[in-house]
């Protein structure tokens, strides 16, 4: 499902988060051993679904026989009221699970239902919506599939896989054509340079630059940085961009617009489970 995630280990070590060294004593002292459980997962809010095959794991997990039929896709936009899926097996097993399920799927529609909502106010501008590295520690895999299926791309995935030249390292390199040219020398193929002003945007194309970060800049000055590098490279904006900001931002020609608050700001998804009389 997600390219090096760890289904399996990420279920078991959630489930042992939750049942510490003892098991579920409410289900255990409540549900009888050879009770059943038959329920439908689902929304109360129109939402952009994402994380129901990790839900899925959950259950399978603590009752391999358990019937797990998934009535939406990941990445699918559904109205308030659908059911997501539908579950059938041991019921103190099912019961264990549920809120680990939940709190993943909640969660990670949460983020898809965002993005989508960012995606739509870029409709017809060309520009492509980006996120950030502003995950939950653990969760990075997650969050980051979860934007691509509310409609965005993954900016990069951690530190190793592309340069991005901040201010702090210009500091302390000393000047933004030692700290380029360094990556450049150590053969990184991406490297990005963040720019608040725009006498920064020459000096940082000259010294190789293949994408600049265009940080905390209003529209006027965007338009202006847009048109100084007149698409010699990839530009990206960054910075405070909310649903209100982010189209002007757009329409000044930027090819990117990276928004942290989609892993980082994201209010849970609201989704229950609920007993069905079989």
């Known amino acids: 499902m997600i390219q090096d995630f760890d289904l399996e280990a990420f279920v078991t070590a959630t489930l042992a988060e939750d049942l510490g060294p003892g098991v579920d004593v409410t289900s255990e002292a409540v549900i009888p051993a050879d009770a059943r459980f038959n329920a439908v997962m689902a929304t109360r809010d129109a939402i952009t679904v994402a994380g129901l095959e990790v839900a899925s794991a959950f259950f399978r997990h603590l009752d391999p026989a358990a019937t797990v039929e998934a009535l939406a896709k990941d990445g699918a936009r559904v109205a308030r009221g659908s059911v997501l899926m539908r579950i059938s097996g041991q019921a103190r097993a099912l019961l264990t699970a549920e809120r680990s399920a939940l709190n993943t799927v909640q969660h990670l529609s949460g983020i898809a239902t965002m993005t989508s909502l960012y995606v739509d106010r870029l409709a017809g501008t060309g520009t492509v919506l980006l996120d950030t590295r502003k995950t939950l520690p653990g969760l990075r895999l997650l969050e980051k599939y979860a934007t691509r ?18 201010d702090n390292h210009v500091a302390v390199a000393g000047d933004v054509s030692i700290a380029v040219a360094r990556a450049r020398a150590a053969g990184i193929a991406e490297i990005i340079v963040e720019v608040d002003r725009l006498e920064q945007i020459e ?18 000055v965007l338009s202006q940085a847009v048109a100084m590098i007149d698409g010699r490279i990839p530009s ?42 079989a």
């Open 149 to 166: 299926m509310g409609g965005a791309q993954n900016h990069r995935m951690g530190l190793w896989d592309a340069a991005m030249i901040k």
């Open 203 to 220: 000096p940082a194309i000259a010294a190789g630059a293949t994408r600049l970060l265009l940080d905390n800049m209003p529209p006027a």
């Open 236 to 277: 990206e904006a960054s910075g405070g961009i909310s649903l209100e900001t982010i189209r002007p931002v757009a329409q000044t020609g930027v090819n990117f617009v990276s928004v942290g608050r989609l892993t980082q700001s994201a209010p849970a998804a609201d989704i229950g489970l609920d007993y069905e009389i």
